[in-house]
């Protein structure tokens, strides 16, 4: 099955599908910073590769498909590495963190939408990875206080906390 991506303009940006644009909604109800298709880069398999999105507050980037294939996450893998740093994939239900970050070497994980109980902004983290901020690296050492979701949500917690499903 083949999904036809409907360009759409948000905010007087032009995306490449109906997908993109509701991620840049998601972000901007979440008060999320973005950068949209800032840069590309180019991977050690020789594969030019433009992720979607980029959060500089949270030094995060998103990538947003229709379908996930193992081919798409074999570049999310490899990406993170390469920039030691985190991606996450977000397709329609799914949500998944890509962690590259130097130390770090947790991998693919589930993702948590936190929030900061001293920066108050909201951000994304992996399950088995650090729980620090990503906007101002506070860690309180209490998992509890950032949760916004329960970790089983996922996908789920953009629909329960922003009023968008994805
Ligand atoms: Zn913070």
């Not at 509701?22 to 433009?50: C, N």
């Not at 498909?65 to 977000?90: A, C, D, R, W, Y």
Request: net charge negative; with cysteine; charged share 25%.
């Amino acid at each position: 099955m083949k999904l036809k991506s409907i360009p759409t303009l948000y905010k007087g940006t032009q995306f490449k599908s109906r997908l993109e644009a509701d991620m840049a909604l998601v972000l901007d109800r979440l008060e999320i910073k973005w950068e949209y298709e800032p840069q590309s880069f180019l991977l050690p398999s020789g594969t030019h590769y433009w992720p979607d999105f980029y959060l500089p507050e949270l030094k995060t980037y998103i990538e947003t498909k229709g379908i996930v294939t193992p081919q798409v996450e074999e570049v999310m893998k490899e990406f993170s590495i390469l920039i030691k740093g985190v991606i996450i994939l977000i397709g329609r239900g799914v949500m998944v963190f890509y962690d590259g970050e130097e130390g770090g070497g947790y991998g693919k994980q589930q993702v948590q939408l936190n929030i900061c109980s001293k920066c108050k902004k909201v951000c994304f983290t992996g399950m088995a990875g650090s729980y620090a901020c990503r906007a101002c690296n506070y860690h309180d050492g209490d998992h509890d206080v950032h949760e916004l979701y329960d970790e089983n949500e996922g996908i789920n917690s953009l629909k329960v906390y922003v009023g968008i499903e994805i």
